[in-house]
């Protein structure tokens, strides 16, 4: 049985257009065998960005090789994750900022990298990372677009293997129905699937 951890940071919940996506690619992965999804609702979550004091402990807990601590529970379940999926919408020319106070908590040292003579090694378990995002306007080859890069550049930094984005977009833009462009990225999760 391989385990997906599903990162839900569909702000808008119900209302995100990134969550049909997510929805459909759950649910088309639930009619396959062999998968066990674990969700991670990130805005039901007490995450805490690195303030000074919290920032500290972590430094200090790392320095006693303290990877128990409960503070790393984030890094350890993505670790020992053997798939990734990511669904967030696109904000502000990247994600929502509570998706990168996620990252931050999976930077540890020891669980999900390591450090050798030549810098960083992931370590992370998974094999394959899917981001799944929906855009008002159009960035998919717009150098501009920085949240499915930076996705792809932590893929590689946690040493997972394979990457994949499906993304749907121009959906603010009114040339095509939304709908229409809704289905158009769910045949794109469609082929993803069949190697994931």
């Given at each position: 049985?391989?385990?997906?951890?599903?990162?839900?940071?569909?702000?808008?919940?119900?209302?995100?257009?990134?969550?049909?996506?997510?929805?459909?690619?759950?649910?088309?992965?639930?009619?396959?065998?062999?998968?066990?999804?674990?969700?991670?609702?990130?805005?039901?979550?007490?995450?805490?960005?690195?303030?000074?004091?919290?920032?500290?402990?972590?430094?200090?807990?790392?320095?006693?090789?303290?990877?128990n601590h409960p503070r790393f529970r984030y890094?350890?379940?993505?670790?020992?994750?053997?798939?990734?999926?990511?669904?967030?919408?696109?904000?502000?020319?990247?994600?929502?900022?509570?998706?990168k106070v996620y990252m931050e908590n999976l930077?540890?040292?020891?669980?999900?990298?390591?450090?050798?003579?030549?810098?960083?090694?992931?370590?992370?378990?998974?094999?394959?990372?899917?981001?799944?995002?929906?855009?008002?306007?159009?960035?998919?080859?717009?150098?501009?677009?920085?949240?499915?890069?930076?996705?792809?550049?932590?893929?590689?930094?946690?040493?997972?293997?394979?990457?994949?984005?499906?993304?749907?977009?121009?959906?603010?833009?009114?040339?095509?129905?939304?709908?229409?462009?809704?289905?158009?990225?769910?045949?794109?999760?469609?082929?993803?699937?069949?190697?994931?």
């Amino acid at each position: 049985m391989k385990k997906v951890l599903f990162v839900d940071c569909c702000i808008r919940r119900a209302d995100s257009r990134t969550k049909k996506l997510a929805d459909y690619f759950l649910a088309e992965l639930a009619k396959k065998e062999g998968y066990d999804v674990e969700t991670l609702c990130l805005m039901d979550e007490p995450l805490s960005y690195f303030t000074e004091g919290f920032f500290a402990q972590r430094e200090r807990l790392l320095a006693e090789k303290q990877l128990n601590h409960p503070r790393f529970r984030y890094a350890k379940e993505f670790a020992k994750a053997d798939k990734i999926v990511i669904a967030a919408p696109f904000w502000d020319l990247s994600f929502p900022a509570l998706l990168k106070v996620y990252m931050e908590n999976l930077c540890v040292e020891g669980i999900t990298f390591i450090m050798g003579e030549g810098g960083s090694v992931g370590i992370c378990k998974a094999d394959q990372m899917v981001y799944l995002t929906s855009r008002g306007g159009f960035y998919e080859h717009n150098p501009m677009e920085m949240g499915s890069r930076y996705m792809e550049a932590m893929s590689r930094f946690f040493g997972i293997s394979a990457y994949e984005c499906v993304s749907a977009e121009g959906l603010d833009a009114g040339i095509r129905p939304v709908s229409e462009i809704l289905e158009e990225a769910m045949g794109k999760i469609d082929m993803v699937l069949k190697n994931f």
